[in-house]
């Protein structure tokens, strides 16, 4: 019965590769979010949906991509990987009605060679 | 812009007994949340406790508390009777749809 769930939870690829993580939530939230967390442990927003709308854009480069298709999920895809990439990005979700407090996913340790 | 402070890179503390980390911010808003999430070194993002910045009451979940100081903008948690699970990383974090993070404090439980 996990709430937020993120595949795979580790990825090991080469420079300039593309790869897809992917968030599943199943506790009816209708906000997800991407973080990414680097060697220093810092947290950072990248990504807001609320209702597969795009909320909260930072300033990420374009080859990056959410893609929400329904409420329950929401994808990262990364174009033409590279060495600063490597980090874990964490999948969180949040419901509006209960403090926005936000539900986070067990991790992505993604590792750019 | 908004930033989260925690100045205490590092602590460490005997079994059973208490400890403080500090956290403070800094935002123009007025109504926001804060949070103090663990992650232990499984990396899951655990919440241990939140705080609503309207609410002049201190949140308590079990062994963890919090002293909110608003005007300072202080919102610091104290574990009473600390446990080895204890043993993580502590984030403080505010905002409302998103969310700005301290930079954490590594907490070690001694036995």
């Known amino acids: 019965d996990t709430a937020v769930s993120q595949t795979p939870k580790y990825l090991v690829t080469q420079m300039g590769n593309d790869k897809s993580i992917k968030c599943e939530q199943n506790l009816g939230h209708d906000t997800m979010y991407w973080y990414k967390q680097d060697s220093k442990k810092f947290l950072k927003i990248m990504f807001s949906?609320?209702?597969?709308?795009?909320?909260i854009n930072e300033t990420v480069p374009n080859r990056f991509s959410p893609k929400s298709p329904d409420k329950a999920h929401l994808n990262l895809h990364i174009n033409s990987l590279e060495l600063g990439d490597s980090a874990v990005y964490f999948c969180?979700?949040?419901?509006?009605?209960?403090?926005?407090?936000?539900?986070f996913g067990p991790g992505t340790r993604l590792l750019v060679l | 812009a908004q930033t989260v402070t925690q100045s205490q890179p590092e602590m460490s503390v005997q079994e059973a007994e208490t400890v403080t980390l500090s956290c403070t911010y800094d935002t123009s808003e007025s109504n926001y949340y804060l949070f103090w999430y663990k992650q232990p070194p499984s990396r899951q993002m655990i919440l241990v406790i939140r705080?609503?910045?309207?609410?002049?009451q201190n949140a308590t979940e079990n062994r963890f508390s919090v002293n909110f100081q608003k005007a300072a903008k202080s919102f610091s948690l104290k574990i009473s009777d600390s446990q080895l699970g204890d043993t993580a990383m502590y984030f403080c974090?505010?905002?409302?749809?998103?969310?700005?993070f301290g930079t954490g404090t590594r907490l070690t439980i001694i036995p």
């Open positions: 705080q609503e910045a309207y609410k002049q």
């Open positions: 949906y609320n209702n597969k709308e795009l909320i």
């Open positions: 969180a979700s949040s419901h509006a009605r209960e403090v926005e407090t936000q539900y």
């Open positions: 974090a505010f905002g409302r749809k998103k969310l700005t």
